[in-house]
Protein backbone atom coordinates (compact mmCIF):
# COMPACT_ATOMS: atom_id res chain seq x y z
CA UNK A 1 0.00 0.00 0.00
CA UNK A 2 3.22 2.61 -0.19
CA UNK A 3 3.72 1.73 -3.84
CA UNK A 4 1.93 3.47 -6.62
CA UNK A 5 3.44 1.73 -9.82
CA UNK A 6 1.44 4.09 -12.83
CA UNK A 7 2.75 7.53 -13.83
CA UNK A 8 0.24 10.88 -15.65
CA UNK A 9 1.38 11.06 -19.01
CA UNK A 10 2.73 14.26 -19.48
CA UNK A 11 1.85 14.97 -23.18
CA UNK A 12 -1.68 14.03 -22.38
CA UNK A 13 -4.38 17.38 -22.79
CA UNK A 14 -5.28 16.62 -19.43
CA UNK A 15 -3.65 18.38 -16.56
CA UNK A 16 -1.61 16.15 -14.27
CA UNK A 17 -3.62 16.38 -11.24
CA UNK A 18 -6.69 15.72 -12.99
CA UNK A 19 -4.94 12.11 -14.42
CA UNK A 20 -3.99 11.69 -10.56
CA UNK A 21 -7.57 12.86 -9.36
CA UNK A 22 -8.47 10.24 -11.79
CA UNK A 23 -6.37 7.25 -10.67
CA UNK A 24 -6.66 7.61 -7.45
CA UNK A 25 -10.65 7.79 -7.57
CA UNK A 26 -10.77 4.07 -9.63
CA UNK A 27 -8.65 2.53 -6.99
CA UNK A 28 -11.13 4.03 -4.15
CA UNK A 29 -14.28 2.81 -6.27
CA UNK A 30 -13.22 -0.58 -7.76
CA UNK A 31 -12.03 -1.43 -4.15
CA UNK A 32 -8.44 -2.06 -4.34
CA UNK A 33 -8.19 0.77 -1.48
CA UNK A 34 -11.15 0.23 0.66
CA UNK A 35 -12.00 2.30 3.24
CA UNK A 36 -10.01 3.14 6.10
CA UNK A 37 -7.25 2.40 4.58
CA UNK A 38 -4.30 4.98 4.71
CA UNK A 39 -2.83 6.57 1.64
CA UNK A 40 0.80 6.76 0.72
CA UNK A 41 2.15 10.31 2.05
CA UNK A 42 2.64 13.31 0.23
CA UNK A 43 6.29 13.27 -0.44
CA UNK A 44 6.13 9.73 -1.09
CA UNK A 45 3.14 9.96 -3.73
CA UNK A 46 5.37 13.38 -5.59
CA UNK A 47 8.35 10.86 -5.75
CA UNK A 48 6.35 8.22 -7.12
CA UNK A 49 4.52 9.68 -9.60
CA UNK A 50 7.16 11.84 -10.61
CA UNK A 51 5.43 15.28 -10.34
CA UNK A 52 5.35 17.98 -7.96
CA UNK A 53 3.90 18.54 -4.30
CA UNK A 54 1.45 20.79 -5.76
CA UNK A 55 0.02 18.76 -7.95
CA UNK A 56 -0.61 15.86 -5.50
CA UNK A 57 -2.30 18.01 -3.41
CA UNK A 58 -4.39 19.92 -5.72
CA UNK A 59 -5.72 16.03 -6.67
CA UNK A 60 -6.44 14.95 -2.78
CA UNK A 61 -7.94 18.39 -2.38
CA UNK A 62 -10.36 17.39 -5.26
CA UNK A 63 -10.23 14.15 -3.23
CA UNK A 64 -11.24 15.53 -0.19
CA UNK A 65 -14.05 17.74 -1.96
CA UNK A 66 -15.86 14.50 -3.00
CA UNK A 67 -15.84 13.00 0.27
CA UNK A 68 -13.61 10.22 -0.76
CA UNK A 69 -10.30 11.13 1.56
CA UNK A 70 -10.05 12.09 5.03
CA UNK A 71 -6.67 13.56 6.91
CA UNK A 72 -6.74 13.10 10.81
CA UNK A 73 -4.00 15.72 11.75
CA UNK A 74 -1.15 13.73 12.88
CA UNK A 75 -2.39 10.23 11.33
CA UNK A 76 -2.68 10.77 7.59
CA UNK A 77 -4.99 10.57 4.85
CA UNK A 78 -7.69 7.40 4.39
CA UNK A 79 -10.25 6.26 2.20
CA UNK A 80 -13.51 7.59 3.79
CA UNK A 81 -16.26 6.35 0.98
CA UNK A 82 -16.61 4.91 -1.92
CA UNK A 83 -19.93 4.64 -4.10
CA UNK A 84 -19.27 0.65 -3.88
CA UNK A 85 -19.36 0.32 -0.25
CA UNK A 86 -22.12 3.23 0.02
CA UNK A 87 -24.43 1.16 -2.17
CA UNK A 88 -24.00 -1.96 -0.62
CA UNK A 89 -25.84 -3.04 2.05
CA UNK A 90 -22.78 -3.77 4.33
CA UNK A 91 -19.62 -2.23 5.54
CA UNK A 92 -16.54 -3.34 3.56
CA UNK A 93 -14.14 -5.78 5.70
CA UNK A 94 -11.99 -4.49 7.42
CA UNK A 95 -8.40 -5.92 5.37
CA UNK A 96 -6.02 -3.29 7.51
CA UNK A 97 -6.83 -6.35 10.56
CA UNK A 98 -6.79 -9.10 8.28
CA UNK A 99 -3.92 -8.14 7.21
CA UNK A 100 -2.38 -7.25 10.41
CA UNK A 101 -3.49 -10.57 11.82
CA UNK A 102 -2.01 -13.35 8.97
CA UNK A 103 0.17 -15.75 10.01
CA UNK A 104 3.36 -15.04 8.29
CA UNK A 105 5.55 -12.37 9.10
CA UNK A 106 6.37 -9.74 6.75
CA UNK A 107 9.31 -8.69 5.07
CA UNK A 108 11.98 -6.49 7.08
CA UNK A 109 10.71 -3.12 5.29
CA UNK A 110 14.61 -2.47 4.47
CA UNK A 111 13.70 -5.63 2.47
CA UNK A 112 10.64 -4.51 1.06
CA UNK A 113 12.12 -1.76 -0.39
CA UNK A 114 14.90 -3.48 -2.24
CA UNK A 115 12.41 -6.07 -3.62
CA UNK A 116 10.66 -2.68 -5.21
CA UNK A 117 13.46 -1.06 -5.98
CA UNK A 118 15.64 -4.16 -7.54
CA UNK A 119 12.88 -3.35 -10.49
CA UNK A 120 14.02 0.46 -10.88
CA UNK A 121 16.01 0.63 -14.30
CA UNK A 122 17.59 3.02 -12.90
CA UNK A 123 19.33 1.71 -9.47
CA UNK A 124 22.62 0.48 -9.49
CA UNK A 125 22.25 -2.36 -7.76
CA UNK A 126 25.43 -3.36 -5.58
CA UNK A 127 23.50 -6.12 -3.08
CA UNK A 128 21.66 -8.18 -5.59
CA UNK A 129 21.85 -11.70 -4.87
CA UNK A 130 21.68 -12.96 -8.12
CA UNK A 131 22.97 -13.45 -11.77
CA UNK A 132 23.45 -10.52 -14.17
CA UNK A 133 21.19 -11.45 -17.04
CA UNK A 134 24.10 -11.64 -19.42
CA UNK A 135 24.92 -14.26 -17.51
CA UNK A 136 22.35 -16.43 -17.88
CA UNK A 137 22.52 -18.94 -20.76
CA UNK A 138 18.88 -17.96 -21.93
CA UNK A 139 19.72 -18.76 -26.28
CA UNK A 140 21.16 -22.47 -24.74
CA UNK A 141 17.54 -22.57 -22.87
CA UNK A 142 15.43 -21.72 -25.86
CA UNK A 143 17.34 -24.13 -27.91
CA UNK A 144 16.77 -27.07 -25.32
CA UNK A 145 12.84 -26.43 -25.77
CA UNK A 146 13.69 -26.52 -29.49
CA UNK A 147 14.48 -29.85 -29.78
CA UNK A 148 11.49 -31.36 -28.08
CA UNK A 149 8.29 -31.53 -30.40
CA UNK A 150 4.79 -30.04 -28.95
CA UNK A 151 3.29 -33.62 -28.48
CA UNK A 152 6.84 -34.63 -26.20
CA UNK A 153 6.60 -31.98 -23.76
CA UNK A 154 4.45 -32.75 -20.84
CA UNK A 155 1.97 -29.83 -19.19
CA UNK A 156 1.12 -32.54 -16.61
CA UNK A 157 1.47 -32.45 -13.01
CA UNK A 158 4.84 -34.16 -11.77
CA UNK A 159 4.58 -37.66 -9.32
CA UNK A 160 4.95 -36.19 -5.43
CA UNK A 161 8.90 -35.78 -5.37
CA UNK A 162 9.19 -34.45 -8.51
CA UNK A 163 10.29 -35.84 -12.35
CA UNK A 164 11.83 -38.96 -12.03
CA UNK A 165 14.36 -38.40 -14.71
CA UNK A 166 15.47 -35.01 -12.66
CA UNK A 167 15.70 -36.72 -9.54
CA UNK A 168 18.03 -39.81 -10.74
CA UNK A 169 19.94 -36.53 -12.67
CA UNK A 170 21.04 -35.25 -9.78
CA UNK A 171 21.56 -37.93 -7.64
CA UNK A 172 24.51 -38.29 -10.98
CA UNK A 173 25.58 -34.94 -9.86
CA UNK A 174 25.68 -35.19 -6.33
CA UNK A 175 27.63 -38.01 -6.57
CA UNK A 176 30.44 -35.79 -8.04
CA UNK A 177 30.53 -34.27 -4.66
CA UNK A 178 30.91 -37.02 -2.68
CA UNK A 179 27.10 -37.70 -2.17
CA UNK A 180 25.12 -41.09 -2.41
CA UNK A 181 21.53 -40.53 -2.66
CA UNK A 182 18.59 -42.46 -5.12
CA UNK A 183 15.91 -40.75 -6.44
CA UNK A 184 13.86 -41.73 -3.26
CA UNK A 185 15.50 -39.57 -1.39
CA UNK A 186 15.23 -36.69 -3.40
CA UNK A 187 12.56 -34.01 -3.48
CA UNK A 188 12.24 -31.51 -6.11
CA UNK A 189 11.53 -28.12 -4.36
CA UNK A 190 10.21 -24.35 -6.22
CA UNK A 191 13.64 -23.16 -4.83
CA UNK A 192 15.58 -23.58 -2.06
CA UNK A 193 13.62 -21.35 0.09
CA UNK A 194 10.45 -23.55 0.05
CA UNK A 195 12.30 -26.46 1.09
CA UNK A 196 13.15 -24.04 4.63
CA UNK A 197 9.06 -23.70 3.97
CA UNK A 198 8.33 -27.48 4.20
CA UNK A 199 10.86 -28.17 6.49
CA UNK A 200 9.32 -25.40 9.03
CA UNK A 201 5.95 -26.70 8.18
CA UNK A 202 7.04 -30.61 8.44
CA UNK A 203 9.36 -31.41 10.33
CA UNK A 204 9.62 -28.58 13.26
CA UNK A 205 7.86 -27.95 16.80
CA UNK A 206 6.30 -24.58 17.46
CA UNK A 207 8.42 -23.13 20.16
CA UNK A 208 11.79 -24.82 19.50
CA UNK A 209 15.23 -23.16 18.07
CA UNK A 210 17.09 -23.29 14.95
CA UNK A 211 20.30 -22.63 15.12
CA UNK A 212 22.64 -20.56 12.28
CA UNK A 213 25.85 -18.99 12.13
CA UNK A 214 25.33 -15.61 12.91
CA UNK A 215 25.31 -13.55 10.00
CA UNK A 216 23.26 -15.17 8.25
CA UNK A 217 20.53 -15.15 5.25
CA UNK A 218 17.99 -17.13 7.07
CA UNK A 219 17.09 -14.08 8.77
CA UNK A 220 16.48 -12.32 5.65
CA UNK A 221 13.15 -14.35 5.42
CA UNK A 222 11.42 -15.13 8.01
CA UNK A 223 9.87 -18.59 6.96
CA UNK A 224 11.12 -20.06 10.31
CA UNK A 225 9.54 -17.39 12.66
CA UNK A 226 6.37 -17.19 10.75
CA UNK A 227 6.11 -21.32 11.68
CA UNK A 228 6.55 -20.71 15.22
CA UNK A 229 9.87 -21.17 15.49
CA UNK A 230 12.70 -19.04 17.14
CA UNK A 231 16.09 -18.19 15.42
CA UNK A 232 19.48 -18.42 17.57
CA UNK A 233 22.73 -16.78 15.96
CA UNK A 234 26.04 -18.74 17.09
CA UNK A 235 28.78 -16.32 16.44
CA UNK A 236 31.51 -17.01 13.66
CA UNK A 237 34.69 -16.93 13.84
CA UNK A 238 38.14 -17.33 11.25
CA UNK A 239 36.93 -20.41 10.69
CA UNK A 240 33.68 -20.54 10.81
CA UNK A 241 30.78 -21.01 13.49
CA UNK A 242 32.17 -21.47 16.73
CA UNK A 243 30.68 -25.03 17.32
CA UNK A 244 32.69 -25.60 20.67
CA UNK A 245 29.92 -23.33 21.95
CA UNK A 246 26.91 -25.79 20.57
CA UNK A 247 26.80 -28.12 23.48
CA UNK A 248 26.37 -25.31 25.97
CA UNK A 249 23.43 -23.80 23.91
CA UNK A 250 22.07 -27.11 23.30
CA UNK A 251 21.22 -27.22 26.48
CA UNK A 252 20.42 -23.59 27.11
CA UNK A 253 17.38 -24.09 24.32
CA UNK A 254 15.09 -26.22 22.94
CA UNK A 255 16.80 -26.69 19.52
CA UNK A 256 15.39 -28.59 16.41
CA UNK A 257 17.70 -28.13 13.89
CA UNK A 258 20.84 -26.47 12.97
CA UNK A 259 20.75 -24.31 9.48
CA UNK A 260 24.24 -23.69 8.02
CA UNK A 261 26.14 -22.28 4.75
CA UNK A 262 29.25 -24.02 4.66
CA UNK A 263 30.60 -23.44 1.75
CA UNK A 264 30.41 -19.38 -0.05
CA UNK A 265 28.22 -18.72 3.07
CA UNK A 266 25.72 -16.02 2.37
CA UNK A 267 26.53 -13.26 3.49
CA UNK A 268 30.62 -13.01 4.50
CA UNK A 269 31.52 -15.14 1.34
CA UNK A 270 33.25 -17.66 4.03
CA UNK A 271 33.73 -21.04 3.18
CA UNK A 272 34.31 -23.65 6.21
CA UNK A 273 37.62 -25.88 6.13
CA UNK A 274 37.63 -29.66 6.15
CA UNK A 275 38.65 -30.07 9.74
CA UNK A 276 35.79 -27.10 10.97
CA UNK A 277 33.27 -29.35 8.87
CA UNK A 278 34.20 -32.60 10.82
CA UNK A 279 33.79 -30.74 14.15
CA UNK A 280 30.48 -29.50 13.45
CA UNK A 281 29.33 -33.30 12.13
CA UNK A 282 30.88 -34.95 15.26
CA UNK A 283 29.48 -32.52 17.41
CA UNK A 284 26.22 -32.20 15.80
CA UNK A 285 25.97 -36.28 15.68
CA UNK A 286 26.78 -36.33 19.94
CA UNK A 287 24.16 -33.74 20.38
CA UNK A 288 21.80 -35.62 17.97
CA UNK A 289 20.98 -31.74 16.59
CA UNK A 290 20.27 -32.24 12.61
CA UNK A 291 21.58 -30.06 10.35
CA UNK A 292 20.10 -28.31 7.21
CA UNK A 293 23.33 -27.62 5.28
CA UNK A 294 22.66 -25.26 2.49
CA UNK A 295 24.71 -25.49 -0.84
CA UNK A 296 23.44 -23.59 -3.19
CA UNK A 297 26.40 -21.56 -4.14
CA UNK A 298 28.48 -24.67 -3.78
CA UNK A 299 29.46 -24.84 -7.67
CA UNK A 300 30.51 -21.47 -8.26
CA UNK A 301 34.47 -22.01 -7.00
CA UNK A 302 37.02 -20.17 -8.93
CA UNK A 303 40.45 -20.94 -8.21
CA UNK A 304 40.04 -24.58 -6.50
CA UNK A 305 36.85 -27.21 -5.53
CA UNK A 306 35.83 -26.31 -2.11
CA UNK A 307 35.69 -29.10 0.54
CA UNK A 308 33.24 -31.71 -0.08
CA UNK A 309 29.42 -30.93 1.41
CA UNK A 310 28.82 -31.93 5.05
CA UNK A 311 26.43 -34.96 3.30
CA UNK A 312 29.20 -35.97 1.55
CA UNK A 313 30.49 -37.32 5.06
CA UNK A 314 27.16 -37.71 6.54
CA UNK A 315 26.64 -41.77 7.15
CA UNK A 316 23.78 -41.66 9.80
CA UNK A 317 21.45 -39.58 7.90
CA UNK A 318 21.89 -36.34 10.13
CA UNK A 319 21.91 -34.10 7.21
CA UNK A 320 19.31 -32.10 5.15
CA UNK A 321 20.94 -31.21 2.03
CA UNK A 322 19.33 -28.52 0.21
CA UNK A 323 20.76 -27.10 -3.87
CA UNK A 324 19.19 -25.16 -6.29
CA UNK A 325 20.21 -23.55 -9.74
CA UNK A 326 19.04 -20.28 -8.87
CA UNK A 327 22.42 -19.01 -8.55
CA UNK A 328 23.81 -20.78 -11.41
CA UNK A 329 21.00 -21.18 -14.25
CA UNK A 330 18.33 -19.01 -13.37
CA UNK A 331 16.57 -17.91 -10.29
CA UNK A 332 12.98 -17.32 -12.86
CA UNK A 333 12.58 -21.67 -13.09
CA UNK A 334 12.25 -21.74 -9.55
CA UNK A 335 14.11 -25.68 -9.18
CA UNK A 336 15.64 -26.45 -6.38
CA UNK A 337 16.27 -29.65 -4.05
CA UNK A 338 16.73 -31.41 -0.77
CA UNK A 339 18.05 -34.80 -0.21
CA UNK A 340 17.41 -36.55 3.19
CA UNK A 341 16.56 -39.34 4.93
CA UNK A 342 13.43 -40.90 2.47
CA UNK A 343 10.65 -40.63 5.76
CA UNK A 344 11.62 -36.98 5.81
CA UNK A 345 11.55 -36.43 1.92
CA UNK A 346 8.03 -38.33 1.97
CA UNK A 347 6.23 -35.96 4.58
CA UNK A 348 7.48 -33.39 2.77
CA UNK A 349 6.74 -34.36 -0.76
CA UNK A 350 3.32 -34.96 0.87
CA UNK A 351 2.96 -31.37 2.58
CA UNK A 352 4.32 -30.10 -0.95
CA UNK A 353 1.86 -32.12 -2.73
CA UNK A 354 -0.84 -29.82 -0.66
CA UNK A 355 0.96 -26.42 -1.29
CA UNK A 356 1.63 -26.45 -4.76
CA UNK A 357 0.91 -29.76 -6.44
CA UNK A 358 4.95 -29.95 -8.04
CA UNK A 359 6.93 -27.60 -9.46
CA UNK A 360 6.94 -26.44 -12.76
CA UNK A 361 6.69 -29.47 -14.98
CA UNK A 362 8.43 -27.46 -17.97
CA UNK A 363 11.72 -26.34 -15.21
CA UNK A 364 12.13 -29.32 -14.07
CA UNK A 365 12.28 -30.92 -17.90
CA UNK A 366 14.90 -28.43 -18.69
CA UNK A 367 16.84 -28.43 -15.68
CA UNK A 368 17.47 -32.66 -16.41
CA UNK A 369 18.22 -31.73 -19.44
CA UNK A 370 20.77 -29.07 -18.77
CA UNK A 371 22.32 -32.02 -16.34
CA UNK A 372 22.04 -34.87 -18.22
CA UNK A 373 23.59 -33.50 -21.75
CA UNK A 374 26.71 -32.02 -19.64
CA UNK A 375 25.26 -28.67 -20.98
CA UNK A 376 25.30 -27.45 -17.46
CA UNK A 377 28.99 -28.14 -16.65
CA UNK A 378 30.09 -26.51 -19.86
CA UNK A 379 27.71 -23.20 -18.70
CA UNK A 380 29.66 -23.33 -15.31
CA UNK A 381 32.73 -23.60 -16.13
CA UNK A 382 33.01 -20.25 -18.26
CA UNK A 383 30.79 -19.10 -15.32
CA UNK A 384 33.21 -19.38 -13.03
CA UNK A 385 35.40 -16.97 -15.18
CA UNK A 386 33.17 -14.72 -15.77
CA UNK A 387 32.30 -14.64 -11.89
CA UNK A 388 35.90 -14.71 -11.00
CA UNK A 389 36.52 -11.51 -13.44
CA UNK A 390 33.67 -9.55 -11.67
CA UNK A 391 35.11 -10.61 -8.35
CA UNK A 392 38.37 -9.11 -8.94
CA UNK A 393 37.30 -6.01 -10.16
CA UNK A 394 35.16 -5.73 -7.58
CA UNK A 395 38.02 -6.28 -5.24
CA UNK A 396 40.42 -3.04 -7.16
CA UNK A 397 37.58 -0.96 -6.79
CA UNK A 398 37.46 -1.23 -3.06
CA UNK A 399 41.36 -1.02 -3.21
CA UNK A 400 40.65 2.32 -4.71
CA UNK A 401 38.20 3.19 -2.73
CA UNK A 402 37.69 1.59 0.46
CA UNK A 403 40.93 1.30 2.07
CA UNK A 404 40.89 4.01 4.17
CA UNK A 405 37.29 3.48 5.70
CA UNK A 406 36.69 -0.31 5.73
CA UNK A 407 38.30 -3.91 5.08
CA UNK A 408 36.54 -7.18 3.31
CA UNK A 409 37.62 -10.77 2.80
CA UNK A 410 38.55 -12.05 -0.75
CA UNK A 411 35.84 -14.50 -1.34
CA UNK A 412 36.88 -18.03 -3.26
CA UNK A 413 33.73 -18.28 -4.82
CA UNK A 414 30.01 -17.56 -4.95
CA UNK A 415 28.90 -13.84 -4.98
CA UNK A 416 29.49 -12.14 -1.81
CA UNK A 417 32.27 -9.75 0.09
CA UNK A 418 31.52 -8.55 3.47
CA UNK A 419 32.68 -5.44 3.58
CA UNK A 420 33.38 -4.23 6.96
CA UNK A 421 33.61 -0.86 8.15
CA UNK A 422 35.73 0.96 10.75
CA UNK A 423 33.32 2.98 11.96
CA UNK A 424 29.78 1.78 12.78
CA UNK A 425 26.82 3.96 11.38
CA UNK A 426 23.19 3.71 10.85
CA UNK A 427 22.45 1.25 8.07
CA UNK A 428 18.88 2.26 8.05
CA UNK A 429 20.51 6.07 7.50
CA UNK A 430 22.73 4.35 5.26
CA UNK A 431 20.57 2.44 3.21
CA UNK A 432 18.40 5.36 2.55
CA UNK A 433 20.60 7.70 1.54
CA UNK A 434 22.25 5.48 -1.14
CA UNK A 435 19.08 4.84 -2.29
CA UNK A 436 18.24 8.52 -2.42
CA UNK A 437 21.36 8.63 -4.37
CA UNK A 438 20.26 5.64 -7.09
CA UNK A 439 22.82 2.73 -5.29
CA UNK A 440 20.97 -0.17 -3.83
CA UNK A 441 22.66 -1.77 -1.39
CA UNK A 442 22.59 -4.99 1.20
CA UNK A 443 23.24 -3.67 4.40
CA UNK A 444 24.23 -6.20 7.54
CA UNK A 445 21.45 -5.30 9.83
CA UNK A 446 19.44 -7.92 7.60
CA UNK A 447 21.55 -10.70 8.31
CA UNK A 448 21.99 -9.40 11.79
CA UNK A 449 19.97 -6.97 13.52
CA UNK A 450 22.43 -5.78 15.83
CA UNK A 451 24.95 -5.10 12.85
CA UNK A 452 25.57 -1.63 12.53
CA UNK A 453 29.11 -2.09 10.09
CA UNK A 454 28.74 -4.85 7.49
CA UNK A 455 27.53 -4.28 4.09
CA UNK A 456 27.21 -7.44 2.08
CA UNK A 457 28.38 -6.44 -1.53
CA UNK A 458 27.53 -8.55 -4.53
CA UNK A 459 29.83 -8.65 -7.71
CA UNK A 460 27.66 -11.10 -9.66
CA UNK A 461 24.53 -8.37 -10.65
CA UNK A 462 25.93 -4.83 -11.44
CA UNK A 463 28.28 -4.02 -14.92
CA UNK A 464 32.23 -3.30 -14.08
CA UNK A 465 31.33 0.04 -14.90
CA UNK A 466 28.36 0.12 -12.84
CA UNK A 467 30.17 -1.42 -9.70
CA UNK A 468 32.91 1.50 -9.90
CA UNK A 469 30.48 4.48 -10.17
CA UNK A 470 27.91 2.80 -6.94
CA UNK A 471 30.78 1.56 -4.84
CA UNK A 472 32.81 5.05 -5.76
CA UNK A 473 29.73 6.83 -4.47
CA UNK A 474 28.55 4.81 -1.28
CA UNK A 475 32.38 5.43 -0.31
CA UNK A 476 31.81 9.58 -0.07
CA UNK A 477 28.61 8.42 1.22
CA UNK A 478 29.89 6.22 4.21
CA UNK A 479 32.43 9.27 4.52
CA UNK A 480 29.96 11.85 5.11
CA UNK A 481 28.43 10.17 7.46
CA UNK A 482 31.01 9.15 9.64
CA UNK A 483 32.40 12.81 9.64
CA UNK A 484 28.99 14.14 11.11
C1 LIG B 1 22.01 -19.18 1.06
C2 LIG B 1 20.76 -19.17 0.26
N1 LIG B 1 19.90 -20.19 0.37
C3 LIG B 1 18.75 -20.23 -0.33
C4 LIG B 1 18.42 -19.21 -1.19
C5 LIG B 1 17.10 -19.30 -1.91
O1 LIG B 1 17.27 -19.41 -3.27
P1 LIG B 1 16.18 -20.06 -4.24
O2 LIG B 1 14.91 -20.20 -3.48
O3 LIG B 1 16.06 -19.09 -5.37
O4 LIG B 1 16.75 -21.38 -4.63
C6 LIG B 1 19.27 -18.11 -1.33
C7 LIG B 1 18.91 -16.97 -2.19
O5 LIG B 1 19.43 -15.89 -2.11
C8 LIG B 1 20.48 -18.09 -0.60
O6 LIG B 1 21.35 -17.09 -0.69
Known amino acids: MDQVDWKPIRSAQYPLHQQIYEYLKQKILNGEWTVGVKIPPLRILAEQLNVNRSTVVAALEELAADGFIDSRVGYGTFVANNTWSTISSGAAP ?229 GSISKTLGPGLRIGWLVGPEQVIDRLADIKMQTDYGSSTLSQYAVAQWLQSGLYDEHIFHLREKLKFRRDTAIRILEKYYSGIATW ?42 DSSHIRISYSYAEPAQLEKGLKRLAEIIGEMSRR
Open 94 to 322: DWKTYVDSGVHKSNQSIIQEINRSEFRADMIRLGTGELAPEFLPRKKMKGIFQQKTAQELSLSYTEPKGSYSLRAAICDYLKRKGIEASPSSVLIVSGGLQALQLISLGLLQKGSVVFHESPSYVTSVNVFQSAGMNLLGVPMGDKGMKTELLPKLRRQHHASLLYTIPTFHNPTGHTMPVLKREELLQTCSHERLPILEDDVYGDLWFEEPPPQPLKANDRQGLVLYM
Open 409 to 450: NNPAGGFYIWLKLYEAVSMDKLFKRALKAGILINPGNIYDYK
